[in-house]
């Protein structure tokens, strides 16, 4: 049994959804697989989480849905709809909510820092869906490398992610990066560096996903470097990405806890505080038992590993 005491860093994937509904079926996102419209309540919710544990957790956001003028038609791969994307009607439904929702992203990052995710997750390729956004997990699974997108598609993917965010009036440094299904390619072989190359061109520092998912990093080991960044491993998650009204009951010794944001709301968003109160509760005993610390933030948690 493992005597390390990591700095635990929290993180939530799959942020920023207009609506939660799993269309994976029909070749468009999983999103969150919660039934509902998400409202400013489930960003509460995340800052509800770090304020009372004072940590800032991250949130790997999805940032499609905000493209208020179409700058996604243009990019490869970036939407079913292709250069038909028209996302208009979309904001117009959501504006009332999406106002609100910024006004609170820039007002209380002392309780949560954006990160990126993606736009829409996954790639399409003449309508149809495939797995993940960067990197072709079909390809993956073949075992020889060479999986991420084209570098020049990849690249304006990630500049597309900014684009909307200032678009939007989001506020934020973007540190780190949650690769969309967890795919990322990395060392000496394949496409090996050319997404970190790209990753530290717009300033991110950190990648977090788990290293089982992470081709070509070292074995055995919980971070790594390259290109300047710096890779935490994840672990597996304790839960399941879509599940809502649920927290974890199981010990924890990793320096990630990675969760989705379905994990921390109800699926009426009037429970949304109370599941708070469990996983509040949850990460306040797994510290009582001297499990782990909390990081205070992504910072703090690579520190701490890397001195480990
Ligand atoms: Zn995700």
Same mark, same amino acid.
């Given at each position: 049994?493992?005597?390390?005491?990591?700095?635990?860093?929290?993180?939530?994937?799959?942020?920023?959804?207009?609506?939660?509904?799993?269309?994976?079926?029909?070749?468009?996102?999983?999103?969150?697989?919660?039934?509902?419209?998400?409202?400013? $309540? @489930? *960003?509460?919710?995340?800052?509800?989480? &770090?304020?009372?544990?004072?940590?800032?957790?991250?949130?790997? #956001?999805?940032i499609?849905?905000w493209d208020r003028d179409?700058i996604?038609?243009?990019?490869?791969?970036?939407?079913?709809?292709?250069?038909?994307?028209?996302?208009?009607?979309?904001?117009?439904?959501?504006?009332?909510?999406?106002?609100?929702?910024i006004?609170?992203?820039n007002?209380? $990052? @002392? *309780?949560?820092?954006i990160?990126?995710? &993606?736009?829409?997750?996954?790639?399409?390729?003449?309508?149809? #869906?495939?797995?993940?956004?960067?990197?072709?997990?079909?390809?993956?699974?073949?075992?020889?490398?060479?999986?991420?997108?084209?570098?020049?598609?990849?690249?304006?993917?990630?500049d597309a992610f900014f684009k909307i965010l200032d678009r939007n009036g989001v506020k934020a440094k973007v540190?780190?990066?949650?690769?969309?299904?967890?795919?990322?390619?990395?060392?000496?072989?394949?496409?090996?560096?050319?997404?970190?190359?790209?990753?530290?061109?717009y300033?991110?520092?950190?990648?977090?996903?788990?290293?089982?998912?992470?081709?070509?990093?070292?074995?055995?080991?919980?971070?790594?470097?390259?290109?300047?960044?710096?890779?935490?491993?994840?672990?597996?998650?304790?839960?399941?990405?879509?599940?809502?009204?649920?927290?974890?009951?199981?010990?924890?010794?990793?320096?990630?806890?990675?969760?989705?944001?379905?994990?921390?709301?109800?699926?009426?968003?009037?429970?949304?505080?109370?599941?708070?109160?469990?996983?509040?509760?949850?990460?306040?005993?797994?510290?009582?038992?001297?499990?782990?610390?909390?990081?205070?933030?992504?910072?703090?948690?690579?520190?701490?590993?890397?001195?480990?």
């Amino acid at each position: 049994m493992t005597t390390t005491k990591h700095a635990l860093q929290i993180v939530i994937d799959d942020v920023g959804w207009f609506t939660g509904h799993d269309e994976s079926k029909q070749n468009r996102p999983f999103r969150t697989g919660v039934n509902r419209k998400h409202v400013l $309540q @489930d *960003y509460i919710a995340i800052a509800e989480l &770090g304020k009372r544990l004072g940590v800032r957790p991250v949130i790997a #956001m999805v940032i499609g849905d905000w493209d208020r003028d179409n700058i996604l038609k243009d990019i490869t791969g970036a939407t079913w709809d292709g250069d038909k994307w028209d996302n208009r009607e979309n904001i117009k439904q959501y504006q009332t909510q999406l106002e609100s929702i910024i006004d609170f992203l820039n007002n209380n $990052q @002392d *309780y949560f820092e954006i990160s990126m995710h &993606g736009l829409q997750h996954e790639y399409w390729t003449n309508g149809m #869906m495939t797995r993940s956004q960067y990197f072709d997990h079909n390809k993956y699974r073949e075992g020889n490398g060479k999986f991420m997108r084209p570098y020049d598609i990849v690249n304006s993917h990630v500049d597309a992610f900014f684009k909307i965010l200032d678009r939007n009036g989001v506020k934020a440094k973007v540190r780190t990066i949650v690769p969309p299904n967890f795919n990322y390619e990395c060392g000496e072989n394949g496409n090996a560096g050319d997404m970190s190359k790209i990753l530290k061109n717009y300033g991110l520092e950190y990648v977090n996903t788990p290293f089982s998912m992470l081709q070509g990093a070292p074995d055995s080991t919980l971070h790594y470097e390259e290109a300047g960044l710096t890779f935490i491993d994840r672990g597996p998650d304790d839960i399941r990405w879509n599940a809502t009204n649920i927290w974890p009951t199981k010990d924890v010794h990793r320096p990630t806890f990675g969760l989705h944001w379905a994990n921390i709301l109800g699926a009426n968003h009037a429970d949304n505080l109370g599941v708070v109160d469990k996983w509040v509760a949850f990460f306040q005993g797994q510290v009582a038992k001297g499990n782990i610390t909390l990081a205070k933030d992504i910072k703090e948690c690579a520190e701490q590993l890397m001195q480990a």
